[in-house]
């Protein structure tokens, strides 16, 4: 058994961590709220702006549907990983490299594929197998639309110039604190509404359908962008609240395994002093 200095460094030291993971807690949940508002209000204008655009899109043939909906043999894609720049959030990243890692082995095994990473852990980690071809991990530091439509931009142009002919988004969407869901996406070319579907299309057009259509592509990809970092960065938050919060209730069970073990130590050692004591004074009596 170890001896009684050592299991009391081991409580304090444990007692320090408890108050790190609490604080980092803390700190989670209140950037959770703003993160949730954010997306959560975001998410009715996305959908609908996509929507809108899918329906469209499926009523207008070949070029009217412009370069971002060219339908082209694939050779060369281009996978967008959404991670973090930061650890301690349980399996949020980890996710979202196993997804990746699995798209691009099962899907596109015979393909060239890229890697653009947007945070930190993902580059670190799927630039050791694939070519990354940008890390743009600073746009946590100033989560904008604009800056996040600079990215669009830069997705749109490698597409619309030939550089890659299908482009996917990796990320997590957030759904709660406790769950956050793997989601891969298309980005381009842009996917139309099933045909087979009824499409309300009850719609007077001014000056016409190809220019609004030409018109919302750009907005509609830049939008569907920022919403998914922003369903990232939710989700991010949400999972480091989690697993600091099990890190916190682990701490505190292991602390107060070793109180008792620390008391029947210390318990053990009285008993043993008591019994010399008694023992001593036995022998002198004799």
């Known amino acids: 058994m170890a001896n009684l200095k050592e299991i009391r460094n081991r409580i304090s030291s444990i007692g320090s961590t408890m108050q790190i993971t609490s604080a980092m807690k803390m700190v989670s949940a209140a950037k959770l709220k703003k993160a949730q508002d954010a997306i959560t ?22 070029e009217s549907g412009g370069v971002y909906a060219n339908e082209r043999e694939v050779t060369k894609v281009l996978v967008v990983a959404i991670t973090s720049n930061r650890g301690l959030c349980g399996a949020f990243n980890s996710s979202i490299i196993k997804k990746s890692i699995e798209i691009i082995a099962n899907d596109f095994g015979e393909k060239q594929v890229d890697v653009y990473a947007i945070g930190k852990k993902g580059n670190d980690l799927l630039s050791k197998e694939y070519n ?17 439509a600079a990215i669009a931009e830069d997705l749109m142009s490698y597409f619309s110039e ?9 990320y997590n969407k957030f759904k709660n604190a ?16 099933d045909k087979d579907t009824n499409v309300n299309l009850d719609y007077i057009f001014e000056p016409s359908k190809e220019d609004i259509v030409q018109g919302l592509i750009p907005k509609s990809l830049k ?23 099990k890190a916190t209730d682990n701490a505190k069970e292991l602390r107060d395994d070793l109180l008792l073990t620390y008391n029947k130590a210390r318990q053990a050692a009285i008993t043993n002093e008591i019994l010399e004591i008694v023992g001593g004074a036995e022998a002198l009596n004799a």
């Open 162 to 170: 030939g550089d890659y002919d299908k482009i996917m988004i990796v």
């Open 223 to 245: 939008t569907q962008l920022y919403k998914a970092v922003r369903d990232s960065f939710a989700a991010e938050h949400g999972a480091r609240m989690t697993a600091m919060h």
């Open 132 to 148: 990354v071809v940008a890390n743009k991990s600073e746009l946590f530091d100033e989560l904008t639309f604009a800056n996040a």
């Open 41 to 62: 209000a975001m998410r009715p204008y996305s959908n609908k702006l996509t929507e809108l655009l899918q329906n469209l899109s499926a009523t207008l043939d070949g």
């Open 178 to 193: 406790a769950t956050q869901i793997t989601t891969v996406e298309q980005f381009l070319p842009i996917v139309p509404a």
